[in-house]
């Protein structure tokens, strides 16, 4: 089974500074997804960026850009020039390649951003 | 995108009563869906993993009498809480998988069992 942790249960950074949050994972697949998703107040889920295990490159989508590091099992997501709107729990999740997988989320991180 | 519409947003209902959550897939065709529940502050746990034209895939610990799901299209799965209790009293989310786009989830449902 695979087991995905997050170690920062809260955090908080200025606005327009860069902040990097931490999630771990443990799975014995070698082809697999992790995505960080954000749920602002709203409760959307809302995917934030995807990396998939067989690519080297580490991800990014505009502001947000991960650390994927394979052999540590370690999958960061670094936000920078953070926004007010940025503030929401953040979920680290993995899902097994394969059809109809499920996915597994860590515990959340809830990001403040303030002014 | 792919789009989810869940229904209703909130719903209040009194114990020993059912309430029926829909999702709905809007532009696309949802062959599985996944069934979360969330508790305050914490994570999503997941309940249960519907097919389309087939029975449910249940979670350990889930108990499929009380949670009924059901996924009679391709467009469509219903999640059906029976007997509600206060305990069960949560926020429900469901979300389904794509091609294109991964993972889309609906705006989810603020259960309250008076």
């Known amino acids: 089974a695979q087991t995905v942790t997050q170690s920062q249960p809260e955090m908080s950074v200025q606005e327009a500074e860069t902040v990097t949050l931490s999630c771990t994972y443990d799975t014995s697949e070698n082809n697999y997804y992790l995505f960080w998703y954000k749920q602002p107040p709203s409760r959307q889920m809302i995917l934030v960026i995807r990396?998939?295990?067989?690519?080297?490159q580490n991800a990014t989508e505009n502001r947000f850009s991960v650390n994927f590091q394979k052999a540590a099992k370690s999958f960061s997501l670094k936000i920078s020039d953070s926004q007010l709107g940025d503030t929401a729990m953040y979920f680290c999740?993995?899902?097994?390649?394969?059809?109809?997988?499920?996915?597994?989320f860590g515990t959340g991180t809830r990001l403040q951003v303030t002014l | 995108g792919a789009v989810v519409s869940q229904h209703p947003s909130r719903v209040i209902c009194k114990s020993g009563t059912s309430v029926k959550i829909e999702c709905r897939s809007l532009?696309?065709?949802?062959?599985?869906m996944f069934w979360y529940r969330q508790f305050p502050k914490q994570s999503l746990m997941l309940m249960a993993t519907?097919?389309?034209?087939?029975?449910?895939?249940?979670e350990q610990g889930v108990e499929k009498d009380k949670f009924l799901i059901n996924h009679a299209s391709l467009t469509l799965s219903t999640l059906t809480v029976t007997s509600a209790h206060p305990e069960d009293s949560s926020f429900y989310i469901c979300?389904?998988?794509?091609?294109?786009?991964?993972?889309?989830f609906g705006s989810g449902t603020r259960l309250t069992v008076v």
């Open positions: 532009d696309f065709q949802a062959t599985t």
């Open positions: 999740a993995f899902m097994k390649h394969g059809t109809a997988s499920k996915l597994t």
């Open positions: 979300s389904a998988l794509t091609a294109d786009y991964g993972y889309t």
């Open positions: 990396q998939e295990a067989y690519k080297q």
């Open positions: 519907s097919n389309e034209g087939s029975k449910a895939t249940y």
